[in-house]
């Protein structure tokens, strides 16, 4: 069975090296809908609460949100961050309250502080999918995946692999210590 959430993104990005209207800088509000999927938790009832499916991807994907996407080669990077450098906000500023943990992966760098994400291909739809797996499959049972931004709208399935224990009073996953970080279960055998 599956529990199913959405979460809305608010981004600006461009397709460099893209003869198209893309090509420009402009923004768009992105819904992203994530699939988890496992067996019933006996103890509450269902899969894992979708509230809970929102708060784990939310910790990382935030840093998309109200964010400016560009590809590493893309001429306008250097750009930017000098004028960040030249406002005193490249490493932050007190304002800036919208941020998750930094990230770097193979497909993608997160630069909180100043609301960057610099990616390796071009942010399609296509493309966040593969960045969003890469950052959330080994913290949740993702079945399948679908982001729509603008007209344009991509989904894909994943095979579920994980083993995940989840607490039977909450539904969320244990700590690696077999405690809850919801309401304190500690699970047995640990």
């Known amino acids: ?22 090509q420009f800088l402009h923004g768009h509000t992105g819904i992203l809908t994530i699939e988890v999927e496992d067996s019933i938790n006996p103890g509450v009832n269902m899969v894992f609460p979708c509230n809970e499916i929102k708060k784990t991807a939310w910790e990382v994907l935030q840093n998309f949100d109200h964010a400016l996407v ?12 000098d004028v960040y450098e030249k406002q005193g906000i490249r490493n932050g500023a007190p304002t800036n309250t919208m941020k998750g943990p930094s990230f770097k992966t193979e497909l993608a760098t997160a630069y909180p502080e100043c609301r960057l994400v610099v990616t390796k291909e071009t942010m399609t739809v296509e493309g966040f999918i593969k960045i969003v797996y890469d950052l959330l499959k080994d913290k949740l049972n993702i079945s399948k995946l679908s982001f729509t931004s603008g007209v344009n709208a991509a989904s894909c399935d994943f095979t579920t692999k994980n083993k995940i224990d989840r607490c039977p009073l909450c539904g969320i996953a244990l700590a690696e210590d077999g405690t809850c970080p919801k309401c304190g279960y500690k699970g047995q055998g640990f």
Not at 70 to 81: G, K, S, T, V
């Open 1 to 22: 069975m599956k529990s199913i959430t959405e979460l809305d993104l608010q981004y600006a990005h461009r397709f460099y090296g893209f003869k198209g209207e893309a």
């Open 70 to 81: 560009l590809r590493e080669d893309d001429p306008l990077l250097p750009a930017i961050l």
